[in-house]
């Protein structure tokens, strides 16, 4: 799970708003912004719903914008944002400019002129495009499943085929296709090296990013994962050119602890669990919590024992209450968590029963090495093809030393070996 994205802050989904409104929409989302800015946290939460503002009170809201300043330092603009219409509603996105970067800002309003969601994301450029004499060409398609369809691309190899195919599913938190943090695309770089090596490569926006005003009733694994990845299995194999009987699911943190069920469920040809956390989720956030302070020094030692503290208090209320969330993530309650951590994947990439690849990074400090022992002892047999590489970090990226938040926002590309790992296990199946 890419507990990073939670940790960051880099998203915030919000819920419905019951607060009608005499202004234009793109006049509603600059006001939203300005009263966060202003530290008017009262003032926004009247604007919220019932739900929204049991979730996210005024003190929790100051704690959200107040740490995004501390990450992007002051906001110096906040223009009037692009109207867009989605399935009814309105959609304003603008870009907030901050002292150290950027931020998307999506305010969806519904046709009574109410808040229905509000969503901050880091500004992306898309993958670079692919050069003419590429050995494979990249095409658009939709997923068209649940509320709303969701963007994608296929890189598809050139030639005759039938191809070997991959679908890719993203880690925790708002993705999009390219699952891209900081300067880093993970997905692109994946989808174009087993393209070029004769696999097609089936990438999608993650619904938390594209469409979140779906989750306006909460959020489950199977509306924010599961059921939008076997829907995509299921379009890839009805493409052109695609081998349906050799289509794999290629899963990504989160991603990977679901990776098994994804496949079983699409019927899938195997299953690729890269960075895969096998023990409990919380227990994870609790480590990395305490690895990020420990490489934090400025930080007081009685400041890191409070919010250790504090920590240990809101997962024990989440672990014991389905109502309980964490202030830093109001959107994912207790029920959430402890859908995520009910998840057992050894047990279930075990019951699947197919061919299955496992990558793991030695200088990940989200999913560690007692997970890779714990999927390594929990799987045997020659089913199971595990591969492991040292110098690579959580993102499957090399580099020196601990690994650190800082290495995501440094330019890098996913090790061709680890790439070329995958590409030879597809092809020997």
Same mark, same amino acid.
């Given at each position: 799970?890419?507990?990073?994205?939670?940790?960051?802050? @880099?998203?915030?989904?919000?819920?419905?708003?019951?607060?009608?409104?005499?202004?234009?929409?793109?006049?509603?989302?600059?006001?939203?912004?300005?009263?966060?800015? @202003?530290?008017?946290?009262?003032?926004?939460?009247?604007?919220?719903?019932?739900?929204?503002?049991?979730?996210?009170?005024?003190?929790?809201?100051?704690?959200?914008?107040?740490?995004?300043?501390?990450?992007?330092?002051?906001?110096?603009?906040?223009?009037?944002?692009?109207?867009?219409?989605?399935?009814?509603?309105?959609?304003?996105?603008?870009?907030?400019?901050?002292?150290?970067?950027?931020?998307?800002?999506?305010?969806?309003?519904?046709?009574?002129?109410?808040?229905?969601?509000?969503?901050?994301?880091?500004?992306?450029?898309?993958?670079?495009?692919?050069?003419?004499?590429?050995?494979?060409?990249?095409?658009?398609?939709?997923?068209?499943?649940?509320?709303?369809?969701?963007?994608?691309?296929?890189?598809?190899?050139?030639?005759?085929?039938?191809?070997?195919?991959?679908?890719?599913?993203?880690?925790?938190?708002?993705?999009?296709?390219?699952?891209?943090?900081?300067?880093?695309?993970?997905?692109?770089?994946?989808?174009?090296?087993?393209?070029?090596?004769?696999?097609?490569?089936?990438?999608?926006?993650?619904?938390?990013?594209?469409?979140?005003?779906?989750?306006?009733?909460?959020?489950?694994?199977?509306?924010?994962?599961?059921?939008?990845?076997?829907?995509?299995?299921?379009?890839?194999?009805?493409?052109?050119?695609?081998?349906?009987?050799?289509?794999?699911?290629?899963?990504?943190?989160?991603?990977?602890?679901?990776?098994?069920?994804? @496949?079983?469920?699409?019927?899938?040809?195997?299953?690729?669990?890269?960075?895969?956390?096998?023990?409990?989720?919380?227990?994870?956030?609790?480590?990395?919590?305490?690895?990020?302070?420990?490489?934090?020094?400025?930080?007081?030692?009685?400041?890191?024992?409070?919010?250790?503290?504090?920590?240990?208090? @809101?997962?024990?209320?989440?672990?014991?209450?389905?109502?309980?969330?964490?202030?830093?993530?109001?959107?994912?309650?207790?029920?959430?968590?402890?859908?995520?951590?009910?998840?057992?994947?050894?047990?279930?990439?075990?019951?699947?029963?197919?061919?299955?690849?496992?990558?793991?990074?030695?200088?990940?400090?989200?999913?560690?090495?007692?997970?890779?022992?714990?999927?390594?002892?929990?799987?045997?047999?020659?089913?199971?093809?595990?591969?492991?590489?040292?110098?690579?970090?959580?993102?499957?990226?090399?580099?020196?030393?601990?690994?650190?938040?800082?290495?995501?926002?440094?330019?890098?590309?996913?090790?061709?070996?680890?790439?070329?790992?995958?590409?030879?296990?597809?092809?020997?199946?």
């Amino acid at each position: 799970m890419k507990i990073r994205s939670r940790l960051m802050l @880099a998203a915030c989904l919000l819920g419905l708003g019951q607060f009608a409104l005499a202004t234009s929409p793109q006049q509603s989302a600059q006001q939203l912004i300005e009263q966060l800015q @202003a530290g008017q946290f009262s003032a926004a939460e009247a604007r919220f719903s019932p739900q929204m503002a049991q979730a996210v009170p005024a003190a929790r809201l100051a704690q959200l914008w107040q740490a995004l300043n501390q990450q992007l330092g002051t906001l110096t603009s906040n223009p009037e944002g692009e109207l867009s219409q989605v399935d009814g509603h309105q959609r304003v996105v603008s870009r907030l400019q901050f002292d150290k970067g950027a931020l998307l800002a999506t305010t969806v309003i519904d046709p009574q002129g109410r808040i229905a969601g509000f969503h901050l994301a880091p500004v992306t450029d898309p993958a670079p495009a692919v050069a003419a004499d590429a050995p494979f060409s990249e095409l658009p398609l939709q997923i068209i499943h649940g509320p709303g369809p969701l963007g994608a691309t296929l890189s598809l190899p050139k030639g005759d085929g039938p191809f070997p195919a991959v679908v890719l599913v993203h880690g925790s938190g708002p993705q999009d296709r390219d699952e891209t943090i900081g300067p880093n695309k993970p997905f692109a770089d994946i989808a174009h090296g087993l393209a070029a090596q004769g696999i097609a490569v089936l990438r999608y926006d993650k619904r938390t990013q594209a469409r979140p005003q779906d989750f306006s009733d909460g959020v489950s694994l199977a509306t924010e994962t599961t059921d939008d990845a076997v829907a995509a299995v299921a379009l890839l194999k009805q493409q052109p050119g695609i081998d349906p009987a050799r289509v794999f699911v290629l899963g990504h943190s989160q991603g990977g602890m679901l990776a098994a069920r994804i @496949a079983t469920a699409s019927q899938a040809a195997g299953a690729i669990l890269f960075a895969a956390p096998a023990r409990p989720i919380l227990d994870l956030l609790r480590e990395q919590n305490a690895y990020l302070l420990a490489q934090s020094p400025q930080i007081p030692a009685e400041a890191a024992r409070a919010h250790m503290d504090q920590l240990d208090t @809101a997962i024990a209320a989440l672990r014991r209450d389905p109502a309980a969330t964490l202030p830093a993530l109001p959107g994912l309650t207790g029920a959430w968590w402890q859908e995520v951590e009910a998840v057992d994947v050894v047990g279930e990439t075990r019951d699947a029963g197919l061919p299955t690849l496992l990558l793991q990074g030695g200088r990940d400090f989200q999913v560690v090495d007692a997970d890779w022992r714990r999927l390594k002892t929990g799987l045997t047999g020659q089913r199971y093809t595990f591969r492991h590489y040292p110098a690579l970090n959580h993102l499957g990226m090399a580099g020196e030393g601990a690994g650190t938040l800082a290495e995501y926002q440094q330019p890098g590309k996913v090790a061709a070996g680890l790439i070329n790992d995958i590409a030879q296990w597809i092809h020997a199946r």
